[in-house]
Structures are given as C-alpha cells and as structure tokens.
C-alpha cells in the first residue's frame, strides 16, 4: 500500500509541475485587439521599397506578399516551416502605439527544421527567387543569377550554426532604414534584450485570413495571437506602455544589451530598479567589450547602430552618444585604464562628429583653453591647470592649403 500510495503522490507532484509549466506558457500568450489587428493589418499590407544598387529598380514590396511568397516557395523545396512571427520593435508598435520610438526595420521570424547545413542554401535561393516576382515588367529576368540579385538588394547575409543556435538572416535594403529582415531559425539561445521587444506576434491566422480575400472589420476579423519570450505578457506590456526597462540576464546578451539599453534611456524609458540597474549596467559593460575587445570592432558597431537606429532622428543621437558615455564610464570594471580611455575618446569624438553634421559645433572665438600637466609634473612653480585666454577671433573650420 505504501508503495502505492507513493506512486499516486509523485504522480501528483508531476501533474502540478506540468499544469504549473503550462500556466506560466499560458501566461506569455496574449489574444490581440481589433485595434492591435488593424495596426497590424496595415504593417502587412503597407508598400516597402526595396531599393537596389546601382541601376537596379527599386522594388515595391507588401510583407504579406513576400511572406507568403517565401513559405510557398519553402514547403515547395520540402523545408517545414512550424509557424511565421513579426518580432521586435515592429510587434510593438502593433501592440502599443506612439511609445516615443518609430519602428524600423521590419523583422520577420519563419521558424524552421534545421538539420543540416545545406538548408540555409536552399533558404538563401528561395528568397532571391522571390525577388525576382517583384521586378517591373519588361525586365529581363532570365539573365539576372542569384548572385546579382544578392549584390542588388541584399544589405547583410547571417549564418549561424552550432550546436545551441541553428539560424540566418537575410536583410532587405531600404535606405530609410526600414530593411526588411527575414530570419530564418531552428533554435536560438537568446531572442530579446528587453522586456519592451520581447513580443513575437503569430502571423499564420492572419496569413490564412488574406488567402480567402474577405474584408477585414471590426467584426469580422482573424483571431491573433502575440507572445512576449521575456516570460509575463501583461507584465511586459505594461512595461512598454508605462516606458519601464526591465530584462534578465544581460550577460546573455550578445553586447549586453548596452546600445539597446542607452536608446531606450534617451527615449524616457527609466529602469524598474534604479539600484538593480546600476549592478546590470556593468554586466552590460562587461558583455559589450567581451564581445568587442577591440576598438575599431567598437567604432563599426556603434556607427552601424547610429545609421540604422537614428534615422531621420539625426538630433537624438548626440544625446545617445552622451548617455552612453556616461554609462560605459561609470560601469566600466573591465577594462585597462588605457582601454577604458580610449572607448570613451571614441564616444566623444563621433559625438563631436554627429554635431559637425548637424553644423551645431559651438563658436571657437575667444576661447579659453585647459590643460592638464600629466602626473609626473612635480615643478612647485607650476599650476595645477594653463590657462590660455586667446583674445584674437579663431574661425570655427580653418582652410586646408
């Protein structure tokens, strides 16, 4: 009996883990608005450019179109995709509008078997086939290969494949910034820095909603289903409504999170935890430079942060650049003294630079100059600070002979 009865009570003990388990699933689960479906029915189905190089034409583009186009061509070429999400800042701007940020590129998620490297070709094919549909008429659209059209309107190609992460992207152009994103995963560790872009929306219903071609209304209209992969879905969506930064385990973070978390800042989004953040902050240091130990791999990602993150924001980023400064220096632990210096000389120089674009560097007439001796100065006679008071007016930009 005894034995019995032990065997019913771990049975139990399994059935409240698995219904525990399936409780917290639910709970990052979400059924969207009429008002969240419009918003999102209007990402779909709005015109993107895909701008080519050179003399190629720029390609009008429907993301419901070139989704749709991609997973028939896939199923075609025996790649099962399990479901098709909008990730990332896009799914938020469908959850919550006018949050203080516009969304830029448009990134979409077709969750994919993996098993074998040679998928990524096939998936990499299937793409710039698609392109092809969306040429103008009276191209001549035999002689264009794969290669030329990955040279035309291909921006950034990514293979990952290891043991923990199986996926690519393939990236869109679009000089406004607005890149259309497809990425292709089997598994990966990590799939949000913040609980504000943690959100994936389910587009499959949608999807299947636009092959019968009814009309869309408020009463008649698919049933859509969104997941926040920080964990609590009203949890998160009641940071990004009320502007709140919160995250886990920023150390996973490829760069830790550090460009994300400043971007944020300067966008009036405050941490939950002041002192939490503060400990956070140098966990985000710590992850960037690990990543990015040196400093020409630091000026290219910054830079390519600043181009694709600020555009038409060209104001905000000297802001940025200074509370990134900030952050870098007063959470620094990891660095060398030399190091350390020079990261932050890279911020400040590019933030000199960001005001010379915008032609706001201040007037340089009658300035008065500071220098500071170096520490092994030990003349009695000689002040802690040179003071250099220059009376004569100095043009901003002197002439090059």
């Given at each position: ?305 600043l181009q694709s993150h600020f555009v038409g924001e060209e104001k905000s980023k000297y802001d940025y650049l200074m509370i990134l400064r900030r952050v870098v220096n007063e959470s620094t632990v990891c660095l060398m003294g030399h190091e350390r210096r020079q990261t932050l000389n890279l911020i400040s120089l590019t933030a000199f ?49």
């Open positions: 009996m005894s034995i019995d009865g032990s065997l019913s009570e771990e049975t139990l003990t399994m059935a409240n883990m698995a219904e525990a388990s399936n409780s917290s699933k639910s709970e990052s689960y979400s059924v969207l608005t009429w008002e969240q479906v419009s918003r999102l029915n209007e990402v779909l189905s709005e015109p993107v450019p895909i701008h080519g190089r050179g003399n190629f034409p720029t390609l009008e583009v429907r993301l419901k179109d070139i989704v749709q186009k991609v997973r028939n061509r896939l199923a075609e070429s025996d790649i099962q995709v399990n479901d098709i999400r909008l990730n990332g800042s896009t799914a938020s701007h469908v959850l919550v509008k006018d949050i203080g940020w516009s969304y830029k590129d448009l990134d979409v998620i077709f969750r994919v078997d993996l098993p074998q490297e040679t998928e990524f070709q096939v998936i990499k094919k299937v793409v710039l086939s698609t392109l092809l549909d969306f040429l103008p008429e009276g191209v001549n659209k035999e002689k264009i290969t794969h290669m030329t059209l990955k040279e035309a309107y291909v921006q950034k190609l990514v293979k990952v494949y290891t043991e923990q992460d199986r996926w690519s992207l393939i990236s869109l152009s679009n000089n406004n910034g607005r890149n259309v994103e497809l990425k292709f995963v089997d598994s990966i560790r990590r799939q949000f820095e913040f609980s504000v872009d943690s959100f994936q929306i389910i587009l499959d219903s949608v999807l299947s909603y636009y092959d019968s071609e009814k009309p869309m209304s408020q009463h008649f209209y698919p049933s859509v289903t969104g997941e926040s992969m920080y964990g609590d879905f009203a949890v998160a969506l009641d940071h990004l409504r009320n502007k709140l930064i919160a995250t886990k385990r920023p150390e996973e973070i490829r760069g830790g999170g550090l460009l994300k978390y400043c971007n944020l800042l300067v966008r009036d989004f405050r941490p939950t935890d002041k002192e939490e953040f503060k400990a956070l902050e140098r966990y985000m240091c710590s992850r960037f430079f690990i990543d990015f130990p040196d400093i020409g791999e630091q000026q290219r990602k910054l830079e390519a942060y630079r960001v005001l010379a674009e915008q032609n706001v560097i201040p007037d340089a007439s009658n300035v008065t100059c500071y220098y500071q001796p170096a520490p092994y100065v030990r003349d009695l006679n000689f002040s802690n600070y040179y003071v250099a008071s220059c009376n004569q007016s100095i043009p901003t930009w002197l002439p090059c002979n």
